[in-house]
């Protein structure tokens, strides 16, 4: 796979030991660290546990270099979150230096308190108000405002990458199916081209992008929204699209909604497509 992916997160990563990320707390982030320990959870990211005094502390998030999230756009989107006055926040913890996030290799670490709890088995009673109640924060200073991630000319990168061999696992494979909805994506590109330009720059709200049953977290008596990397001034309906899809009542523009489900399948159709039409 490209350089840049690190799907398999249920191992530990060929590059950096706990030695390592002991040792990058401990400079970064708490002198009195003793042990770090990989946990196999999460996808897209290496996270491990870190102790203070043989107690679980801290929880540190290693992410890849990715398009969609760099060092810049976690940072801001840390340091937003950070900034919000909202009790449901569970935010990423500043370092010695007074940033959120520190490189370790071609990787982003940030960390965030330990916090002892469980995930619901289903999206909870109070997710409406939890995100209404962010809606209506101000927009922390250093937010970023959302733009699509899908490219103007996906329907031609697609062909392009038809004309290469697909040839790891699962290539041929993927490739047929690339090729018998080709038209069919095309034409969700154009739909979603169209929907993107009736977005409104001026109603943006904070949005956490992914509020869905596996970023809440049951802990201290409430509920916490948990993993603020996507954080963007966006459309209500960034955040709304889980509710709508969950069948709760509340007030959306369908056009937005369809606007999110279109970028979200997009991107996973292009990103899926380029990773297994090369070596992985």
Do not use: C, K
Request: glycine fraction near 6%.
């Amino acid at each position: 796979m490209p350089p840049w992916f690190d799907g398999a997160v249920l191992e530990r990563p060929p590059d950096v030991t706990d030695e390592e990320v002991l040792g990058l707390v401990r400079r970064f982030w708490e002198p009195l660290a003793d042990a770090a320990e990989h946990l196999a959870v999460g996808w897209g990211a290496h996270h491990w546990r870190v102790d203070v005094g043989g107690e679980p502390t801290l929880f540190l998030t290693l992410d890849p270099d990715l398009p969609r999230h760099t060092q810049a756009t976690l940072e801001a989107a840390y340091a937003s979150a950070a900034s919000l006055d909202l009790p449901f926040v569970w935010p990423s913890l500043p370092s010695a230096d007074g940033t959120f996030t520190a490189p370790l290799g071609a990787r982003t670490a940030s960390v965030t308190g330990w916090l002892e709890g469980t995930r619901p088995g289903e999206s909870v009673a109070d997710l409406p108000d939890l995100l209404a109640a962010l809606h209506a924060a101000p927009a922390p200073a250093t937010a970023r405002a959302w733009s699509t991630e899908i490219p103007s000319d996906l329907s031609a990168l697609l062909r392009d990458l038809l004309q290469r061999p697909w040839t790891g696992p699962l290539g041929p494979t993927a490739r047929e199916l690339v090729v018998e909805h080709l038209s069919t994506v095309g034409g969700w590109a154009r739909e979603h081209a169209r929907l993107v330009a009736l977005a409104d720059p001026s109603t943006y709200v904070v949005t956490h992008g992914e509020p869905h049953v596996r970023n809440q977290w049951l802990a201290r008596g409430r509920t916490w929204l948990v993993d603020w990397e996507s954080l963007l001034l966006a459309p209500r309906e960034r955040d709304l699209a889980t509710l709508v899809h969950e069948g709760r009542d509340v007030d959306h523009d369908p056009q937005m909604v369809r606007l999110f489900d279109l970028e979200w399948r997009l991107s996973e159709i292009w990103s899926f497509a380029q990773w297994l039409q090369g070596p992985h």
